[in-house]
């Protein structure tokens, strides 16, 4: 599995047990609205500030986004 690949499914599995829409985590996160859907769908790949600035709004330690069995 690429790392674009286990950052999107971890991004989408996190979000979703944190019951955030991915509107909601962009504007949190200070990014535009469609942002995190494209990273989702791998359209495109997070910058480690971006993945930090999710971490944030997410609360979440960085790390978990990089986790292979999630």
Do not use: H
Not at 26 to 40: C, Q, T, V
Request: no cysteine.
């Amino acid at each position: 599995m690429r790392l674009r690949e286990i950052v999107a499914k971890n991004l989408r599995r996190l979000r979703r047990e944190k019951g955030v829409s991915q509107e909601e985590l962009a504007d949190r996160a200070g990014l535009n609205r469609n942002y995190p859907g494209l990273l989702e769908r791998e359209q495109y790949a997070a910058t480690v500030d971006v993945l930090e600035k999710l971490a944030a709004a997410l609360d979440i330690d960085p790390v978990e986004f990089f986790r292979k069995n999630s």
